[in-house]
C-alpha cells in the first residue's frame, strides 16, 4: 500500500464516548451550535457518561472523534408530549435518567462538518436502534429542530412546513434526515429550544418504533447472526473515464446499501471496459496501462465503502508493479479499512495473452459481519483453497469471477456450489455479462450470479439461497444465518469439517506469508 493511501485511509470505529473525548466533542458542537448556546460543558457530558454510558455513542477516525449521539433512558409518561429540552434532560444535569424507563431519548446527534457526505449520521441512528432493541425499549423519542423553517414561516404554519418536508416538496437539513431514517412525527411541540431562532422555538416530537419489544434482550455489538448480501451482476458498456465508471458502480452500491446489505460483490476484472482506451496496444501492454487505474479506484471505493456502510468486495483489477502483473481482489471495509487477495491461480489464457502471474497467500478477513475469504474466479475450482480458509472459520466466501462462455461458467458454478457444502459456509459468485467489441479476450461474457449454502434440513435443498437471472444486469439481495452454519457443523445430518480424517490426510500450506 503506497504511503499516500495510508495517509488518506479512514480507520472508523463506533464506540463508547469516554471523558477524554471531551475536546473532539466541544470542536464539534461550537462549530455547529455556535448559534443554539455552543457545547456542552465537560461537566455536563461527565453527568451524561456517569448516568447512561452505553447511550453515548461515538465515531473516531484515526483515534479523533468526528461523529457523536447522545442520550438517556426516560419513563416517558412522567413527562408527556409537551415537555421542553431542559424539562427532559434535566436542565443539563440528566437526572431524569430512569434504568427502569420504557423509552430511549435521544438528546443530540451531530457530525463533524469535515466528514458531511459520509452518512455518518445514519451510521449513528442505526447504533441508537440496536441499543434500543438490545435494551428492549419500546421506542426512541427525540426533539427535532426545522432550522429550514425560518425561510418560510412568514408564509406558512409549522403544521404546514412540515407537511411539506414530508412530501419531499421542500428539503429541511435536519427533518428530512430523521424521515429518511425511519423517524414520524408525533406532533409540533412550541418553546422546545428557545433560542432556536432558526426554527423560530418550534420543534417536531419524533418517534421510531421498536418494533421487537419485549424479545429477549442483546447486547450491542454482538457478532451479527443475519448477514445480508448484495451481489451485483454487471454489464460489460464502454466508459470513457474513470468518473464514468465510478458513477455506475456507485449506482449499484447505492442500491444494495438501500436495501441495508452487509456486503456488495463486484465481478472480476470489472474495470475492463477501460481497456478500449488501449485499443492500439498488444493485449499485454493494454492491461499493464488498465493497472495504472487500480489505485485511484481502490481509494474511491474506500470512500463509498465508508460513506454507503457497506462492505465492498471490489470484484478484481490487474496490479502491476514493473516486476509483476498480477490479479487482485481488495476488501473495502465500511470502517476505512482495507485488506486484498491476490488471485493464486492463473489460466493458460491469462498467462498466454497478459503475462500474468498468481500470488502466494490465502487470508480470512475479520469483518463487523463475519469472518470472509475471497477466491477469484478460477482459485475456487481447486477445492484445497476452500478447506484452507473453512479450517481459519471462514463464515462467507466470495468469488469474483469473469467467464466467456457457459461451459467455464459451469465450472465455476460447480465447484462454488461444491464449495459450500463440503465447508459448511456459504458462497457468494457475480460475474459480468454482455459484451465487449474490440477488446481483446474480455469481447464476450456469460454470468449467472448466485448465492450458496450447505444442503440440510437448515438450508435449501438445492443448496441454493438466491439466483439471479443469466446474463441480466441485476442485483441479488439476500440474508445467510450465520447462526446456521455453527448448528450444521455441530448437530448436522453430515458433518463434513467435524468428520474428516485427519489420521490419514490433511492439508498443508507450504509458502510462507
Known amino acids: ?129 440496536e441499543l434500543c432493541e438490545n435494551l428492549n425499549l419500546r421506542s426512541i423519542i427525540a426533539g427535532g ?28 437539513p435536519v427533518l428530512s434526515f430523521q424521515l429518511a431514517n425511519e423517524f414520524h412525527v408525533r406532533k409540533v411541540i412550541t418553546k422546545y429550544l428557545p433560542e432556536d431562532t432558526d426554527s423560530r422555538a418550534y420543534a417536531t416530537l419524533l418517534e421510531w418504533i421498536n418494533i421487537y419489544y419485549e424479545k ?14 448484495g451481489l451485483v451482476q454487471w454489464k460489460m458498456r464502454r466508459f470513457s473515464n474513470v468518473d464514468d465508471l465510478m458513477q455506475q458502480v456507485e449506482f449499484f452500491v447505492d442500491t444494495v446499501s438501500g436495501y441495508k446489505s452487509d456486503f456488495c460483490l463486484l465481478p472480476e476484472f470489472f474495470n475492463a471496459p477501460m481497456l478500449a482506451e488501449f485499443n492500439d496496444m498488444d493485449a499485454s501492454e493494454a492491461i499493464r496501462n488498465l493497472a495504472d487505474y487500480t489505485d485511484e479506484i481502490v481509494s474511491r471505493m474506500s470512500d463509498l465503502a465508508v460513506s454507503y456502510n457497506v462492505n465492498i468486495i471490489a470484484g478484481s483489477m490487474p496490479e502491476y508493479d514493473g516486476k509483476k502483473l498480477r490479479n487482485v481482489s481488495y476488501l473495502c471495509r465500511r470502517d476505512g479499512t482495507q485488506d486484498k487477495q491476490y488471485k493464486l491461480h492463473i489460466t493458460p489464457d491469462e498467462a498466454a495473452y497478459w503475462g500474468l502471474q498468481g500470488g502466494n497467500g490465502i487470508n480470512v478477513f475479520d469483518t463487523d459481519a463475519g469472518r470472509i475469504g475471497i477466491l477469484i474466479c478460477y482459485d475456487v475450482e481447486f477445492p484445497e483453497l476452500g478447506r484452507i480458509l473453512a479450517e481459519q472459520e471462514m463464515d462467507i466466501l466470495f468469488v469474483p469471477f469473469w467467464t466467456d462462455t457457459k461451459n467455464a461458467f459451469l465450472r465455476v458454478n460447480t465447484c462454488a456450489k461444491a464449495r459450500a457444502i463440503e ?91
Open 1 to 129: 500500500m503506497s504511503k499516500q493511501r495510508e495517509e488518506l485511509e479512514h480507520r472508523l470505529k463506533l464506540r463508547n464516548i469516554k471523558l477524554s473525548d471531551y475536546e473532539d466533542i466541544r470542536e464539534i458542537m461550537v462549530s455547529i451550535y455556535r448559534n443554539q448556546g455552543g457545547a456542552w460543558t465537560k461537566q455536563e457530558l461527565k453527568n451524561q457518561i456517569k448516568a447512561f454510558p452505553e447511550g453515548q455513542i461515538c465515531i473516531e477516525d484515526n483515534g479523533k472523534v468526528i461523529a457523536a449521539a447522545l442520550s438517556i433512558i426516560v419513563d416517558y409518561a412522567k413527562f408527556g408530549d409537551n415537555h421542553t429540552y431542559d424539562q427532559i434532560t434535566g436542565f443539563g444535569k440528566f437526572d431524569t435518567h430512569d434504568d427502569e424507563g420504557d423509552t430511549l431519548y435521544g438528546t443530540d446527534v451531530f457530525v463533524h462538518s469535515d466528514y458531511r457526505g459520509m452518512r455518518l449520521g445514519r451510521r449513528l441512528y442505526d447504533a441508537r436502534k
Open 216 to 229: 429477549e434482550e442483546k447486547l450491542i455489538g454482538n457478532k451479527k447472526s443475519i448477514v445480508r448480501l
Open 145 to 172: 429542530r426545522i432550522p429550514g423553517y425560518s425561510k418560510y414561516a412568514d408564509e406558512m404554519t409549522p403544521r404546514k412546513y412540515i407537511d411539506l418536508v414530508k412530501n419531499r416538496e421542500i428539503f429541511d
Open 423 to 513: 465447508n459448511e459456509c456459504y458462497v457468494a459468485i457475480t460475474g459480468s455479462v454482455g459484451n465487449l467489441p474490440k477488446v481483446e479476450n474480455m469481447d464476450i461474457q456469460y454470468s449467472q450470479s448466485a448465492i450458496f449454502s450447505p444442503s440440510d434440513f437448515s438450508f435449501p435443498h438445492d443448496a441454493i439461497v438466491a439466483q439471479a437471472s443469466e446474463n441480466a444486469e441485476t442485483t441479488i439481495v439476500a440474508d445467510v444465518d450465520l447462526d446456521l452454519l455453527t448448528k450444521q457443523r455441530k448437530a448436522g445430518s453430515v458433518r463434513n469439517l467435524e468428520q474428516r480424517r485427519l489420521d490419514l490426510y490433511s492439508i498443508q500450506w507450504k509458502q510462507k506469508k
